[in-house]
């Protein structure tokens, strides 16, 4: 499936940043906000994602930001910055700092955000457009993709935290520039091919003679995601697939 270029209100490549980087703000402090009033046995309760509890997953969060540095890093420089050392780095890194107090977890997101705010912020307006390589698929992006990612995590995990935030609640315009590519495995996730089909907005994304699942595009990028079982959603024919992890 070929990506489309993202619409409003990131029209074209070199317009992206800009506002990618104000909502990534504004929805960032929106989950500090919310984290802030967590105490230690809150950070011990579990999260929505399997064996994690909140303390993996802002731990995730917080060693996140340092990865997208790093993407930053190869961005301005072209010298090849992956995310991560490794996987079982990655996974040591947040069994580690999972069991940390509170305030500690708080802080640790809060300084890498801030870090990570201020390397988008810097980075030449040229170099938006150097390619790179994001840890979850190892797919080829443009760097303009960078703040995005980010979002998406912010996004995602917010939700994760079980701290009341739900999709719904969502930015529509990070919705529907990122359900395409949200979709990119659809196929291996349902064990067939698939259509997806918003109801709100003109947007159509997979193979165009398969089932189609059709709803409202907050409601499918979260099935699609795994943070819904899909029941606001039908399918032209049969019953709803149940997916795959994603990712």
């Given amino acids: 499936m070929t990506l489309p270029t993202p619409g409003l209100p990131w029209p074209t490549p070199d317009l992206a940043p800009a506002a990618?980087?104000?909502?990534?703000?504004?929805?960032?402090?929106?989950?500090l906000d919310a984290i802030r009033s967590l105490d230690d046995d809150a950070m011990r309760e579990p999260s929505?994602?399997?064996?994690?509890?909140?303390?993996?997953?802002?731990?995730?969060?917080?060693?996140?930001?340092?990865?997208?540095?790093?993407?930053?890093?190869?961005a301005r420089t072209g010298d090849e910055t992956p995310m991560y050392a490794s996987r079982d780095k990655r996974a040591a890194d947040i069994e580690a700092g999972s069991t940390r107090s509170a305030d500690e977890l708080i802080a640790d997101v809060e300084k890498t955000a801030k870090a990570l705010a201020l390397d988008l912020e810097?980075?030449?307006?040229?170099?938006?457009?150097?390619?790179?390589?994001?840890?979850g698929t190892g797919d080829a992006k443009p760097a303009w993709w960078i703040p995005m990612m980010r979002l998406g995590e912010i996004e995602l995990h917010?939700?994760?935290?079980?701290?009341?935030?739900?999709?719904v609640e969502w930015p529509s315009a990070w919705v529907r520039n990122t359900l395409p590519d949200a979709a990119h495995d659809l196929e291996r996730q349902a064990?067939?091919?698939?259509?997806?089909?918003?109801?709100?907005?003109?947007?159509?994304v997979g193979a165009d003679d398969a089932r189609t699942v059709s709803g409202p595009t907050?409601?499918?990028?979260?099935?699609?995601?795994?943070?819904?079982?899909?029941?606001a959603l039908t399918i032209s024919a049969g019953k709803l697939p149940k997916l795959g992890e994603w990712r």
């Fill in 20 to 31: 990618t980087l104000s909502l990534l703000r504004t929805q960032t402090d929106r989950m």
């Fill in 48 to 74: 929505t994602l399997p064996d994690w509890t909140r303390g993996h997953l802002l731990t995730h969060v917080a060693r996140n930001a340092g990865a997208v540095q790093n993407l930053c890093a190869w």
């Fill in 122 to 135: 810097v980075l030449p307006q040229r170099r938006w457009l150097a390619e790179v390589r994001h840890g």
């Fill in 158 to 167: 917010h939700v994760d935290l079980n701290v009341g935030y739900e999709p």
């Fill in 191 to 204: 064990g067939e091919p698939l259509s997806l089909e918003a109801t709100d907005v003109e947007l159509r």
């Fill in 218 to 231: 907050t409601d499918l990028l979260a099935w699609v995601t795994g943070r819904s079982n899909g029941s």
